[in-house]
């Protein structure tokens, strides 16, 4: 882990240098001060001598001014070196995130990842600043006050000794305590992350249910855990500082006891007990400055552990050596493929499919929920990479092509495609970044778009919101179609993508799809068979399996279940997706 977080310092390793260089010339400054003090009183003030109370009076005032300029210089350093290693572990983070497979990202959830990419790259920046500045000062500090004391007193030093024995156990213990809180913490942070995603995502749903007052609760019940979390936690810290004046005033009193005995004495002057004083202060001071850090890096730690984590990630998928970057024709096979989810229940979602599609071909895939159809066209492009057998595209298995080439050429259009804030052309031009105006609109009339578009106030200027919140749902998915075809695929897979669509317009893009790339390979998921009974061929598909491959008038004739799908929608005028027990028998 450490290594791992420790390369993301990079380029600010001078200023990470430079930080406690200056740390310990102020640290210096500050214990001689006092050093200097007791002179200006044994030399100046208790003889009555000016000219000593001048010069010492002058050498202070250059040491403070030193000080301030040493601690100026160590903030600025420190400040540079900590924010700089913050952002060089988000990038991090953010880059490889790219390179995350479908089941990768499975993993992780979204909210943990943000949870991630926020509070525990705050909290590493947070540390990371304390171990180059207050890690440097604190033990530099207590160990230059401890010399210094036994300089002036080697005796009521061992008073020091003593209290500092004392605060550090029972820092020790409280130090142990709180670290388990925190790791409790962060974990609720997630959690808490996660019923704000949820619920601002879905908040349309949440106000047609009329369901706030549940949210409420439920938000509630995570930010109350997440408090009760963090009271226990600062509670146990919060006995730093009792602790902290306990031995500071006991240091005190017994400083003051003996050390009068000593100033009577004659061993020990009063300008030098006034400096043991301040070197006492110093040394506990310096004691709870550690036991605060201690607490910081163990918080970290927890931190540090879930950032490295993503950050050395390797994806489930990624390119091959001397991978293939051409990629012939749109000639889909599925050789004896098995399938199944890694960190599922471990049965396969698809189950010894052999399949052969011809380039150029419409290919219709239909089945109920949990059929497998989702999870067959993600091999295509390799989304997920199979668990037996073998996906190939013109000819090749994809596991051997370039993954930029083989997205590029197999285009995936989901039912909850995602549009971008931006205009409507930057929203296209995903497709193709290069592409003209004249391009974006030809694969606009294609996908049936160019019509809305141009109704648009500022037309193909127009700017998107968030998430397309601005359009409709079959506004959305005409556009994302549009965007898959700028990039001229040799397969499309069009995932549900006109659900939102009436019939009308979805009959429209099927026909313009058809004249217009008739050498494109199309897959077309639907649960509507008005949407697929034109296609070369229709898949169907129930429990993983494939339980019928051919034309629409084959399948009436020789498949119980899309005779079913068929008479279901004919009677009802609905979707076909129920599950395989609340079927009943259809005789052809």
Request: proline share 2%; glycine share 6%; hydrophobic share 45%.
């Amino acid at each position: 882990m450490l290594k791992t977080l420790l390369k993301q310092v990079k380029q600010y390793k001078t200023a990470s240098l430079l930080t406690p260089v200056f740390i310990m010339l102020e640290v210096v400054l500050d214990v001689l001060i006092p050093f200097v003090t007791a002179k200006l009183i044994d030399y100046g003030i208790s003889a009555g001598h000016m000219p000593s109370v001048y010069k010492y009076g002058a050498i202070m005032l250059v040491m403070a001014f030193l000080s301030m300029i040493a601690a100026i210089m160590a903030g600025k350093y420190a400040s540079y070196a900590s924010s700089g290693f913050a952002c060089n572990l988000r990038d991090a983070m953010y880059k490889n995130i790219q390179r995350f497979a479908f089941s990768d990202i499975d993993k992780y959830s979204t909210s943990g990842l943000v949870t991630r990419m926020t509070t525990d790259v705050t909290n590493l920046q947070n540390a990371y600043q304390q171990i180059i500045r207050t890690s440097v000062r604190a033990p530099f500090n207590l160990l230059s006050s401890i010399v210094m004391c036994f300089v002036i007193s080697p005796q009521l030093s061992l008073i020091f000794i003593v209290a500092s024995v004392v605060l550090g156990v029972i820092l020790a213990i409280i130090i142990t305590k709180v670290s388990k809180m925190f790791a409790l913490v962060f974990k609720q942070y997630d959690v808490l992350n996660s019923v704000v995603q949820e619920n601002v995502s879905g908040i349309r749903v949440v106000k047609a249910f009329v369901r706030e007052d549940y949210e409420k609760s439920k938000f509630w019940q995570a930010a109350k855990r997440l408090y009760d979390l963090n009271v226990k936690a600062e509670s146990l810290m919060a006995l730093n500082g009792p602790v902290m004046n306990m031995v500071v005033y006991g240091c005190i009193i017994a400083i003051s006891w003996f050390g009068a005995q000593f100033v009577v004495g004659g061993s020990l002057t009063t300008g030098q007990l006034t400096s043991l004083f301040t070197y006492v202060m110093t040394i506990l001071s310096s004691l709870m400055m550690l036991s605060m850090i201690f607490v910081t890096i163990t918080q970290s730690l927890a931190s540090g552990q879930r950032v490295a984590q993503v950050i050395n990630e390797e994806p489930d998928i990624d390119n091959p050596e001397d991978a293939d970057t051409v990629i012939p024709n749109g000639r889909i096979d599925f050789n004896k493929v098995y399938f199944a989810y890694k960190g599922g229940s471990g049965e396969y979602a698809l189950n010894n499919i052999d399949l052969h599609i011809n380039s150029g071909e419409s290919i219709g895939v239909i089945g109920g929920t949990g059929s497998g159809k989702s999870s067959l066209i993600n091999l295509v492009s390799r989304l997920y990479d199979v668990s037996k057998g073998s996906v190939m595209v013109g000819g090749k298995d994809v596991r051997t092509y370039d993954l930029e080439s083989l997205r590029n050429n197999v285009a995936v259009v989901l039912q909850k495609n995602v549009l971008f804030s931006g205009s409507v052309l930057d929203n296209l031009r995903w497709g193709d970044e290069n592409a003209t105006l004249e391009q974006c609109q030809e694969a606009c009339r294609v996908a049936c778009a160019d019509e809305f578009i141009r109704e648009m106030p500022d037309g193909y200027n127009t700017h998107i919101e968030q998430g397309g919140a601005n359009v409709s749902g079959g506004q959305r998915q005409r556009l994302c179609i549009a965007r898959a075809l700028l990039k001229r695929p040799k397969v499309m897979v069009l995932d549900d993508s006109t659900s939102a669509c009436d019939n009308t317009t979805d009959a429209r893009i099927r026909a313009a799809l058809r004249e217009s790339l008739p050498e494109m390979t199309k897959l077309i998921i639907t649960q509507r068979i008005s949407s697929i009974k034109d296609c070369d061929r229709i898949l169907v598909l129930d429990n993983g399996k494939v339980v019928g491959f051919d034309t629409h008038d084959n399948l009436l004739k020789s498949c119980s279940i899309y005779q079913e799908i068929c008479a279901i929608q004919e009677e009802a005028g609905g979707d076909f997706d129920k599950p395989q027990s609340d079927r009943k028998e259809v005789q052809s």
